[in-house]
């Protein structure tokens, strides 16, 4: 490593400390104010609520360093640069928006539409700052030269999102964000010269690297705090920004330039690009959460929390090794190839392969394809749509019982022959024949002053599909009020 990289560690052990120490005073902090984790969810695969405050500490941390760098004395102080029109400037101050989004949307509520907006214009800032893929633009040649910053911008929106789906599991999302920040530091490291810009590009990194590592020791499983909205969102897109000022230390083909990014984040836009496929056949919303992640697919298949995590974590880590193989100009076709094979391996082992085949009905032995259950989710989602826009704005034990009928109409091409809207021990409303009941499914109705749903089910839960399970919450949803709709459709 030269000289001008040795100080970078000052960043990396600074924003460790300050997240690492500062963190539970913050959760103190959290849990004094009111905060809670009060989502309502058949998929949490925690138990308890956990505050989603680590996200708002890394911004913390990491800002902290920054500014130490800024005001640097050293040959680092060329960071100068940050605060004038540069495309790494514009990438702080898009990776800055996307957090207070998330930030927001931790502590209020937004929809999943509105935090989409916000990407977008986080990313447009990005790229009028000055902002691009080089290994595109090689690919793409002046003549689609247009064509640049919109695929640039829709690379960051898509790391946003991605990072943000992993965040799944204790340890899932930022274990993936510390080893891309790796990879960044390690390929400036690499680089035979190491400019102004360079530099201040590995200090950024090593600064990432540092928060991410601290937010770590509390994020292990059992996890004490989880990212949120805020961290995923900052952390993805820092990392999508750095890694497009990523440089092979020599020319390559341009296909290899264009796939080092790609390559190092192969693992989260490959369970991305599996949710939105999924989804569609499926007929649900691309924004509806489900439980059919990687992590889940790997807890489905018997391996413990932790044994899930280090899978992935080992897998993310290979991916970036072939990237950075890359880099250094030791690999070449053959790496993007091995990674090619490697996601199309997977894919088959989690059985992803099996979805266009044909599932089990909700209700019933029947097996219908892939287009009969997309018209079958659509329908049910437009009755439920339907029953909660009806115009009224009641609330509470009147809603329930005017709704009571439609629901049980919905619940009933579910599989669910009955269900009862309990408050302490006062039964409000039955609805439906119990009688071929195998067990009864509670789920708190939001902002209910304790109310609860109990769902007859005539399965049992693991049975139930991804989306029955979807669909399950968008009634809880119903029953409780349109407001409370819009935040679960944006979680």
């Not at 708002?56 to 605060?83: C, K, N, R, Y």
């Not at 899932?172 to 530091?185: D, N, Q």
């Not at 440089?247 to 790609?262: K, M, S, T």
């Not at 950075?324 to 392969?353: D, E, M, R, S």
Request: aromatic share 8%; with cysteine; proline share 4%.
């Amino acid at each position: 490593m030269t000289p001008r990289l040795d100080i970078l560690w000052v960043a990396g052990l600074g924003a460790f400390a300050i997240v690492s120490v500062l963190m539970p005073w913050v959760l103190r902090a959290w849990r004094a104010l009111g905060q809670r984790d009060n989502e309502v969810s058949l998929r949490k695969v925690h138990a308890g609520e956990i505050p989603r405050a680590g996200g708002l500490v890394v911004l913390f941390g990491f800002g902290v360093m920054l500014l130490v760098g800024l005001a640097g004395t050293t040959e680092l102080s060329a960071i100068h640069q940050l605060f004038s029109v540069t495309p790494l400037s514009g990438g702080l101050i898009g990776a800055l928006i996307v957090g207070l989004t998330g930030l927001y949307d931790d502590l209020v509520g937004m929809r999943a539409r509105h935090k989409l907006v916000m990407q977008i214009a986080a990313a447009t800032i990005a790229i009028l700052y000055g902002l691009y893929w080089p290994g595109l633009e090689l690919y793409a040649g002046w003549r689609w030269h247009f064509v640049t910053p919109i695929l640039t911008g829709l690379f960051l929106v898509a790391t946003v999102n991605a990072i943000n789906l992993m965040d799944g599991l204790d340890g899932l999302a930022g274990g993936i964000c510390l080893i891309g920040f790796g990879f960044v530091v390690a390929s400036i490291a690499a680089a035979p010269f190491v400019g102004p810009v360079n530099l201040a590009v590995g200090w950024i990194a090593a600064a990432a690297f540092g928060a991410t590592a601290g937010f770590l020791i509390h994020n292990r499983h059992p996890a004490k705090v989880f990212l949120g909205d805020s961290g995923s969102y900052f952390l993805g897109f820092l990392l999508g920004v750095l890694l497009l000022h990523t440089r092979p230390i020599r020319w390559r083909v341009a296909e290899l330039q264009l796939a080092i990014p790609l390559m190092m984040l192969a693992l989260p836009f490959f369970d991305m690009g599996m949710a939105v496929l999924r989804r569609k056949l499926r007929g649900q919303p691309i924004f509806a959460s489900d439980s059919d992640h990687v992590h889940h697919r790997l807890l489905a298949a018997g391996l413990s929390h932790a044994r899930a995590v280090t899978v992935l974590w080992a897998s993310t880590a290979m991916f970036a090794l072939m990237a950075y193989f890359n880099v250094i100009g030791v690999g070449g076709w053959w790496t993007l190839l091995g990674t090619i094979i490697a996601l199309v391996l997977a894919a088959v082992l989690l059985g992803y392969h099996r979805l266009l085949g044909r599932l089990p009905a909700f209700s019933g032995t029947r097996r219908v394809g892939w287009r009969d259950r997309r018209r079958e989710v659509m329908e049910l989602l437009a009755m439920l749509k339907h029953l909660d826009d009806d115009g009224a704005d009641d609330r509470g034990p009147d809603r329930w019982r005017r709704l009571s009928p439609g629901v049980g109409a919905v619940l009933g091409r579910l599989g669910v022959p009955a269900f009862e809207v309990h408050r302490g021990r006062d039964l409000i409303v039955s609805q439906g024949d119990s009688g071929e009941t195998w067990a009864w499914l509670g789920s708190p109705i939001p902002d209910s002053d304790g109310a609860e749903v109990r769902l007859a089910l005539a399965v049992r839960l693991p049975d139930l599909q991804q989306e029955q399970l979807m669909l399950l919450e968008r009634t809880v949803g119903v029953l409780a009020g349109h407001q409370v709709v819009e935040r679960q459709s944006a979680t």
